[in-house]
């Protein structure tokens, strides 16, 4: 009766702290910009979801990408244009990976911790291998992770440059800033 009992109160356990090891966020920030000689260009996105397994270490990060704000009207049409990101045929960017040192990040302990992120990032369709540092800070159960990291060769995602004498005002790497406050969730 004792096996059983402890059997049990195991099973509990695990099935709990399986219950409370996603961490989620809806309120993601995504900052992306732009230098050439020609102007700087940058813009944010303040709606991006997230989900850490902190069981497994799986993440997924997905970005809207009608969602950038920029600071000039039509910056923000061009990029979101065909001939950019097609935001209309393809609305989300994705990242679906794994924190590959997930041993060296205590998700229930107190501390700022560095992680590797190994995983898939997708932009218009397009699929690539990524890996990439990341900061995780632990405080009383909540996570904030930050991220900064550039994308090579945006061309080679299939995303446009303007064409004409505006050709140069976009570079070929794009720099990415990610910050996200995680709490525990069900999903």
């Known amino acids: 009766?004792?096996?059983?009992?402890?059997?049990?109160?195991?099973?509990?356990?695990?099935?709990?702290?399986?219950?409370?090891?996603?961490?989620?966020t809806r309120t993601g920030q995504a900052t992306i910009f732009s230098h050439t000689v020609a102007e700087?260009?940058?813009?944010?996105?303040?709606?991006?979801?997230?989900?850490?397994?902190?069981?497994?270490?799986?993440?997924a990060i997905s970005v809207p990408v009608q969602s950038f704000t920029f600071e000039k009207a039509?910056?923000?049409?061009?990029?979101?244009?065909?001939?950019?990101?097609?935001s209309k045929q393809y609305?989300?960017?994705?990242?679906?990976?794994?924190?590959?040192?997930?041993?060296?990040?205590?998700?229930?302990?107190n501390g700022k911790y560095d992680a590797i992120v190994s995983g898939d990032l997708t932009i218009k369709g397009v699929t690539k291998p990524v890996t990439e540092n990341?900061?995780?800070?632990?405080?009383?159960g909540k996570l904030t992770v930050t991220c900064?990291?550039?994308v090579k060769d945006i061309g080679s995602y299939g995303v446009g440059k303007p064409m004409g004498k505006k050709k140069n005002?976009?570079?070929?790497?794009i720099e990415v800033t990610y910050t996200a406050a995680y709490e525990k969730g069900d999903e």
């Open 91 to 109: 609305p989300r960017i994705s990242l679906k990976g794994k924190i590959t040192n997930l041993s060296a990040v205590k998700l229930a302990k």
């Open 148 to 150: 900064k990291f550039t």
């Open 1 to 24: 009766m004792k096996k059983v009992l402890l059997s049990l109160a195991i099973a509990v356990a695990a099935i709990s702290v399986q219950a409370q090891s996603k961490f989620i």
């Open 40 to 59: 700087d260009i940058s813009a944010t996105n303040n709606t991006v979801t997230g989900v850490v397994n902190g069981a497994t270490g799986d993440i």
């Open 134 to 140: 990341a900061t995780i800070e632990v405080n009383n």
């Open 169 to 173: 005002n976009v570079a070929d790497d």
């Open 74 to 86: 039509l910056m923000q049409e061009h990029f979101n244009n065909s001939n950019f990101m097609d």
